[in-house]
């Protein structure tokens, strides 16, 4: 299933979310064309496990770095749209700055999971997929009963939010357990699982919760 769009009006706009794409694009531009080896970028500023256990003090700036690299067109597209879907309501009910510390610290989070799982590897992580990850765990919590259009095959279907995210969360769950390389699930467990708990720690008091 890919989603197309929510149908879950915001009330403000979604200033931090627009600022992260634009961000992510900038950096993606920067290091595909005006870095002299986008590969050689992502070994620079990537969050790379084995390295951060053995100096984590001087290692910390990889893991902010490495949430606005990617690795190819379609890694950060694909990014970049479930930010877009999914992003604007919980910048809604957080506040633009709460919703901005929500975002990095779930990226931090995804990291760490990653990291623990494969502590000893020298395979570099990057993406926004992690910190995207809290934001999906959020809007489980927040707005489980939302509709989101989602192509299933070819023929889009309204599909309850809930049943699209718990599926997107199994989903990851079981190509982990199954050794599919290539994508770091146990930062999307890390990431979802953060934004599942702390949702409710962030979110402003005065808002009250329309699902």
Known sequence: MFPLYDINRS????????LLVLAN???????????PD????????GFIPSRFWADPTSEWPRIFSSMF?????AHILGNMWFLWVFGDNIEDQLGHFRF?????????????????????TDV????????ISAVLGAYIVLFPRATVLSLVGWIPLPVPAFIYLGYWALIQLLQSFA????????????????GTVLVRAFALPQVSRRY
């Open 11 to 18: 009330r403000r706009t979604p200033y931090v979310v627009r």
């Open 25 to 35: 694009l900038a950096v993606f531009v920067w290091q595909f064309f005006f870095f």
């Open 38 to 45: 986008p590969d050689q970028a992502i070994l620079q500023y």
């Open 69 to 73: 690299m990617h690795g190819g067109l």
């Open 100 to 120: 901005l510390v929500f975002y990095l610290l779930g990226g931090v989070a995804a990291a760490l999971a990653q990291g623990l799982v494969f502590a000893s």
């Open 124 to 131: 570099p992580m990057v993406g926004a997929s992690g910190a």
């Open 179 to 194: 050794g599919v390389e290539g994508i770091a699930f146990w930062a999307h467990i890390g990431g979802f699982i953060f």
